[in-house]
């Protein structure tokens, strides 16, 4: 390795020493139902996120809220120096992107069918700790 990529390298591992994340594969909700709810709580302190996520109608709100509190028990492990209460944890980034398709058929009129996508998506969640 290069001195210049290892410099680099030593840099992005500084920078990620203060964020913990946590993913979810495969969750069965379309991934636009699941964005809208990840907007509400992207750039949210997490204790604010949380509630924000409990009083949700959605059904999105719940997995992402199992989500989030998987992300701060993650930070929680990484940097066991450090307190929740000393810190101002904050979601980071949230990031939804499509999974696979599940492709059902569904008869229709004259001896026809239509096809229904069942979408799915992966979430990835980045918590970082702001110093108060």
Same mark, same amino acid.
């Given at each position: 390795m290069g001195a210049r990529k290892r410099l680099k390298a030593e840099e992005r591992k500084e920078n990620n020493k203060s964020i913990a994340f946590a993913s979810l594969k495969n969750s069965p909700i379309a991934p636009r139902k699941m964005r809208l709810v990840a907007?509400?709580?992207r750039g949210v302190e997490v204790n604010k996120a949380l509630n924000i996520l409990q009083h949700?109608?959605?059904? %999105?709100?719940?997995s992402l809220s199992t989500l989030l509190r998987s992300a701060i028990a993650n930070w929680e492990i990484k940097n066991e120096d450090k307190s929740l209460e000393e810190e101002e944890l904050v979601v980071k980034t949230i990031e939804v992107s499509q999974a696979g398709m599940?492709?059902?058929i569904q008869?229709? %009129?004259q001896g026809r069918a239509a096809r229904i996508r069942k979408r799915s998506n992966h979430v990835r969640i980045v918590v970082d700790g702001v110093k108060n």
């Amino acid at each position: 390795m290069g001195a210049r990529k290892r410099l680099k390298a030593e840099e992005r591992k500084e920078n990620n020493k203060s964020i913990a994340f946590a993913s979810l594969k495969n969750s069965p909700i379309a991934p636009r139902k699941m964005r809208l709810v990840a907007d509400l709580i992207r750039g949210v302190e997490v204790n604010k996120a949380l509630n924000i996520l409990q009083h949700n109608p959605k059904e %999105a709100s719940k997995s992402l809220s199992t989500l989030l509190r998987s992300a701060i028990a993650n930070w929680e492990i990484k940097n066991e120096d450090k307190s929740l209460e000393e810190e101002e944890l904050v979601v980071k980034t949230i990031e939804v992107s499509q999974a696979g398709m599940l492709k059902r058929i569904q008869p229709r %009129a004259q001896g026809r069918a239509a096809r229904i996508r069942k979408r799915s998506n992966h979430v990835r969640i980045v918590v970082d700790g702001v110093k108060n």
